[in-house]
């Protein structure tokens, strides 16, 4: 029943970016960019986590210590359409002042999704981007006082993830078919993630040190039972 669905189960994303730190850049790419990318991406070998499966580029993704191996950079990034990449670095330039070196491909199909989580400070610099591809998506939000905002992010849209919702808040997207964007339900449809960082080679010294590896390593419980609660596997979009 999709009305006590929608009454019970799925929160209300909303269209309305108010979280410090994220700014989300609508159709980013052109539909047939999309298309192009989402076919480049198929040529690649998927390798299969419980809950999606992943490409990585740049450097390989650790998970479980959420993390990369800095010794082992493993090659340049690829363009997977005419001037992504440059495109892409125009946004890590106005923010970290350098171009992306990380790329983590996530495909999800519905009824997957990811576990509250942070990106961890110390292995990547503050900005980092994601571009959703072939679906749009609501993105969960919690910080430690438990303020929770639930944001859509469109199909071709590209978020960008700085300060407080870099740094402060959890993220996660719930594993289910369907979503609700301003009260009303769709389906979700397979959707590819592209996440864009950029390696960081000193201690992060934010201004968010409940959250930092780099400047704590006291568990938060609140938190801990938080992302309990989530069903999904691993983290990091």
Known sequence: NLNRQKQT????????IDLPGLIVIPDFV???EEQQIIQECDKNKWNPLAQRRVQHYGYEFLYGANTVNKEKH???LPDFAPGLTSKINEVGQTHNKLDFDQLTIND?????????????HSPFEECLVSLSLGSGT????????????HIFLPQRSLAVFTAEARFAFYHSIASRKLDR????????????SLTYRKVKFTPCTCKWPLFCDSQSTAPLPAFEEYKKKDKAAEGNE
């Open 74 to 76: 493993i090659g340049p």
């Open 108 to 120: 999800y199909y519905p009824g997957q999704g990811i576990p509250p989580h942070v990106d961890t």
């Open 9 to 16: 189960d799925i929160p209300n994303g909303s269209t309305n």
């Open 181 to 192: 964007v301003e009260g009303k339900l769709f389906f979700r449809r397979r959707r590819i």
């Open 138 to 149: 609501v993105m969960s939000f919690k910080n430690e006082k438990g303020q929770s905002k």
């Open 30 to 32: 052109t539909p047939e």
